[in-house]
T-cell receptor, first 110, second 114 residues
Framework: QKEVEQNSGPLSVPEGAIASLNCTYSDRGSQSFFWYRQYSGKSPELIMFIYSNGDKEDGRFTAQLNKASQYVSLLIRDSQPSDSATYLCAGSGGSYIPTFGRGTSLIVHP | EAGVAQSPRYKIIEKRQSVAFWCNPISGHATLYWYQQILGQGPKLLIQFQNNGVVDDSQLPKDRFSAERLKGVDSTLKIQPAKLEDSAVYLC????????????FGPGTRLTVT
């Protein structure tokens, strides 16, 4: 069974710090990975996607993918209280069927 | 651009009753997804449509859940009969192509089964 694992947290960081969110996956056939942010009571919204090994940067966000280790991470630089949310990691393989992790709760305190 | 529409937003039913949810995807989006999200968990894919064909429904409890996407546009998800463990948020999402990462989610329907 394809699984995406995330630590449920909460991960607590001070404002201005770097938040590091991690995700591992079991399906070696997974090719595409996505990070979604979900505020309490709201729907998930896409932050970033990554397909290739290495880093991908978009503003304060950096996604990292290591297919050999089956590991995906999301770094949030200069964390703000508005970044407090649950971050969902998702992966999909050649069939494009997405599998989500349970999410990591991030708390950014002033 | 209008987003994904879902209705109702909230529904409370008793166990063994039936319920239906409706979703209208973003115009032009060929792929439509229904997810179940139980509190504290990530979304679980129930069924994925490409136009009006089913791509995957391996996690849909077919003895009680059914879904259709007639004419390849809007979709309905039905539960009959409902169980207590069906209490969850039901999310509909759509994407232009087959790549799931570019999917946009609707506001969801919060179902409570008593």
């Amino acid at each position: 069974q394809k699984e995406v694992e995330q630590n449920s947290g909460p991960l607590s960081v001070p404002e201005g710090a770097i938040a590091s969110l991690n995700c591992t996956y079991s399906d070696r056939g997974s090719q595409s990975f996505f990070w979604y942010r979900q505020y309490s009571g709201k729907s998930p919204e896409l932050i970033m996607f990554i397909y290739s090994n290495g880093d991908k940067e978009d503003g304060r966000f950096t996604a990292q993918l290591n297919k050999a280790s089956q590991y995906v991470s999301l770094l949030i630089r200069d964390s703000q209280p508005s970044d407090s949310a649950t971050y969902l990691c998702a992966g999909s393989g050649g069939s494009y069927i997405p599998t989500f992790g349970r999410g990591t709760s991030l708390i950014v305190h002033p | 651009e209008a987003g994904v529409a879902q209705s109702p937003r909230y529904k409370i039913i008793e166990k063994r009753q039936s319920v239906a949810f409706w979703c209208n995807p973003i115009s032009g989006h060929a792929t439509l997804y229904w997810y179940q999200q139980i509190l504290g968990q990530g979304p679980k894919l129930l069924i994925q449509f490409q136009n009006n064909g089913v791509v995957d429904d391996s996690q849909l409890p077919k003895d009680r859940f059914s879904a259709e996407r007639l004419k390849g546009v809007d979709s309905t998800l039905k539960i009959q009969p409902a169980k207590l463990e069906d209490s969850a948020v039901y999310l509909c999402a759509s994407s232009f192509g087959a790549t799931p990462g570019e999917q946009y989610f609707g506001p969801g329907t919060r179902l409570t089964v008593t």
